[in-house]
């Protein structure tokens, strides 16, 4: 997590998401492939270099659903592609969401930080309780680090998430409390270092509530979603990675969809000569314009 | 799930849960296959048969997180393992408990209701709130099935899902409010069912408690983890699937681990002469074993 506060300084706070789905691949492009998870897998292998080259972002958030969905062959991509993160000096985070008991965390936990999905950090869902989370927090102190879901950007985070309840506070607040305590006690772990291996989910839906989720975590750092396709405001996310240990701030569709709304893209696209090579530069291009809307904000 | 709901009249309630960790195999029985995981998925086919012939369980419950912790073979052994539950005539659950935004629920989905990963039910994790649920239930229009956290069987559970709310009732409680809303819209598309297609994970660790939960969810069948090594009784298990729809009860490490407590596989072991094949019979005994113990509960 130290390295990532770190990169975010230097590269800005841009996160790069590859919830790469073949269906944002032209069909034009993906008929080259001999499959759509190959169509993927050179995607992003390309994207994952220009990114690092460019040093516009801090980190790559893959999400296993896309891969998940393809099958085993996607699981050999999604593999592929963590390797590539991993190995382009930037950060990998798999976006996994796991939760289950402790026995069953900690084979999610061996799962995703050791082996063939090895990653730098995870996202972890707190719902079934904090004995949950223990088992991911184990590998923290061997220099992985977990997100734990705090404040998700989709419109039903209020069903549970923000339910008040009746020792005051919402749901979110029980687990925030909880990510402080985690924070207390790594802080003997990495005496040098600023923010806590655990960081927290924090969607960029509404600025005041950005606010006061910054000021009640000085500590910790945050994964935002929102931001882009997803209709969170650069000036929302600033106020969330704009104190302390501040954020970085993951835009998915913005950037893997960035041909749709490129001009040169579409000119090629309709003389039937648009090329992987093209809908990546793209990409590597929004994903710059992302980092200054983001750092300019 | 209605099918479910027959077969587990027929053969009893009892679900096999295949959270085959190789740990759970002798080491001198692993060490005649060419990796733990091929090790796992004989063990596995063997068992899915022998409980099939026995019809000592309506269905399997397959723990993908101990598949992912074997990286990539683990995802092969994986597919291969819901494939033989599906052709054994029972049904198969696959326990992956995910959740996430709509987009990327409808992503895993796709991913563990068709392609190589296609199962029978899913469990799913509610906590991101109702609208991620939704990608899940249209494919209950299909014959598919989920099962929703509804109160799990580990001691966090009072963290988040036991919590009063300020309007009243737990957490969990509003999660069971939207399942029963789900159970109603769905008696439209199914209405020659009993039970929704949409049931619950209810962990059996207190009598009063699982009484309060039957009463309040009749159309709702149950999942019901913690009995076996988890520590649930028969009693609290059979309080939980004794009314209308019932429920299945889950065993993992009770079945898996049963060769540990069998006199002739001890023997044999100390001999050097246990085989896979006498860890299986071990397990299938058990099952047999659990079944008569739930049924006469």
Request: net charge negative; glycine share 10%.
């Amino acid at each position: 997590m130290q390295k990532l506060m770190e990169l975010s300084s230097a590269n800005g706070p841009l996160c790069v998401g590859l919830d790469t789905d073949p269906s944002y691949i032209p069909e034009s492009v993906l008929s080259k492939f001999s499959s759509p998870a190959q169509a993927v897998l050179a995607y992003n292998l390309a994207l994952i270099k220009r990114v690092a080259e460019d040093k516009s972002a801090c980190c790559f958030k893959v999400q296993i659903a896309y891969y998940e969905a393809m099958g085993l062959e996607g699981m050999k991509v999604y593999a592929e592609t963590l390797r590539a993160v991993r190995e382009s000096g930037l950060i990998c985070i798999s976006d996994i969401k796991r939760g289950d008991i402790a026995a069953t965390a900690s084979a999610y936990a061996r799962a995703h930080f050791t082996g063939d999905f090895e990653t730098d950090i995870i996202t972890v869902n707190p719902y079934m309780g904090f004995d949950t989370l223990q088992p991911f927090t184990e590998y923290c102190r061997q220099g992985k680090g977990i997100f734990v879901l705090l404040r998700t950007s989709n419109p039903g985070m209020t069903d549970i998430e923000q339910q008040t309840l009746s020792e005051g506070g919402f749901v979110l607040d029980r687990v925030g409390s909880e990510l402080n305590r985690i924070a207390e006690e790594y802080k003997s772990v990495y005496p040098e270092q600023t923010c806590s291996p655990v960081g927290a989910v924090v969607g960029c839906t509404e600025e005041e509530n950005a606010r006061v989720l910054r000021e009640t975590y000085p500590n910790i750092f945050f994964l935002i979603p929102g931001y882009g396709a997803q209709g969170g405001a650069a000036r929302i996310a600033a106020t969330l990675f704009g104190k302390e240990c501040g954020g970085t701030v993951n835009s998915s569709r913005g950037i893997l969809c960035a041909w749709k709304k490129d001009e040169e893209c579409q000119k090629k696209l309709s003389g039937g000569a648009l090329t992987l090579e093209d809908i990546v530069e793209a990409s590597a291009r929004a994903a710059v314009a992302s980092k200054k809307d983001l750092l300019g904000a």
